[in-house]
Antibody, heavy 122, light 107 residues
Framework: EVQLMESGGGLVKPGGSLRLSCAAS????????MNWVRQAPGKGLEWVSS????????YYADSVRGRLTISRDNVRNSLHLQMNSLRAEDTAVYFC???????????????WGKGTTVIVSS | MVLTQSPGTLSLSPGERATLSCRAS???????LAWYQQKPGQAPRLLIY???NRATGIPDRFSGSGSGTDFTLTISRLEPEDFAVYYC?????????FGQGTKLEIK
C-alpha cells in the first residue's frame, strides 16, 4: 500500500525549532518529487516547499525561505522539514505529499499523509 | 500568480449540478491545473490533474475543463458525499499556488 506518514509535530515557542519527518512506503520513493504543504486552522492550503527526486532542485514559498529547510533520504525513504525561527503564523497542520507522476512537477498531488500539527505559541 | 475561486460558498441539493470556477491572474502554463476535494479532518484528495484528467478512482460525475486563465470543475449530479471544500492548484515557475477554496454545502 502506498503510504506517507508524518511525525515530529508539537508545541514550540516562537523562535524555536522543530524537525518534521515523513516516512514513505509502498512506492519507489527515490523516483518522485516530494512536497510539504500546510493548512492553518480553519484556513486553506499553502504550499511550503518541494524537492526533486535526487534533491537537485529545491524550492520554497517566500513565507518560509531562509527559515525552513527541506531534505530527503532516498536510502531510508524519508522526507524532512527542518523548521527554525518559528513564528505564530507557522501554526498549521503540515502534510507530506507526493506527485502523481515520477520525476515531475505539476502532475497533481496524488498521495497525501494524514498530517502532523505544529503549534507555535508562548 | 493568484488563483481566485468562485463562489466562496455554493449551496445546492443532492442530484443538482455544481459548477465551480477557478480564475488565474495569468495564463497557467502547460495546463498545470489540479482540483482537490477536502472533507473535515481529512487530507485533500486529488480529483483532476492537467485541467481535465480524472485521477484514478474518481467518479465520472466529476469533470474538469478550461485553459489559459479560466478553469471549471463540474459535478454533474451531486451525491451526499460530494459536499466538501474544493481547491484548485496551479504549478508555474517552480512554485505552486492554491485558490482560497469553494465550500459546497447542502441546501
Amino acid at each position: 500500500e502506498v503510504q506517507l506518514m508524518e511525525s515530529g509535530g508539537g508545541l514550540v515557542k516562537p523562535g524555536g525549532s522543530l524537525r518534521l519527518s515523513c516516512a514513505a512506503s509502498g512506492f519507489m520513493f527515490s523516483s518522485y518529487t516530494m512536497n510539504w504543504v500546510r493548512q492553518a486552522p480553519g484556513k486553506g492550503l499553502e504550499w511550503v516547499s518541494s524537492i526533486s527526486a535526487s534533491s537537485s532542485y529545491i524550492y520554497y514559498a517566500d513565507s518560509v525561505r531562509g527559515r525552513l529547510t527541506i531534505s530527503r533520504d532516498n536510502v531510508r525513504n524519508s522526507l524532512h522539514l527542518q523548521m527554525n525561527s518559528l513564528r505564530a503564523e507557522d501554526t498549521a497542520v503540515y502534510f507530506c505529499v507526493r506527485e502523481k507522476e515520477s520525476h515531475q512537477y505539476g502532475s497533481g498531488w496524488l498521495v497525501w499523509g494524514k498530517g502532523t500539527t505544529v503549534i507555535v505559541s508562548s | 500568480m493568484v488563483l481566485t475561486q468562485s463562489p466562496g460558498t455554493l449551496s445546492l441539493s443532492p442530484g443538482e449540478r455544481a459548477t465551480l470556477s477557478c480564475r488565474a491572474s495569468q495564463s497557467v502554463s502547460g495546463n498545470y491545473l489540479a482540483w482537490y476535494q477536502q472533507k473535515p479532518g481529512q487530507a485533500p484528495r486529488l480529483l483532476i490533474y492537467w485541467a481535465s484528467n480524472r485521477a484514478t478512482g474518481i467518479p465520472d460525475r466529476f469533470s474538469g475543463s478550461g485553459s489559459g486563465t479560466d478553469f471549471t470543475l463540474t459535478i454533474s449530479r451531486l451525491e451526499p458525499e460530494d459536499f466538501a471544500v474544493y481547491y484548485c492548484q496551479q504549478y508555474d515557475n517552480s512554485r505552486y499556488t492554491f485558490g482560497q477554496g469553494t465550500k459546497l454545502e447542502i441546501k
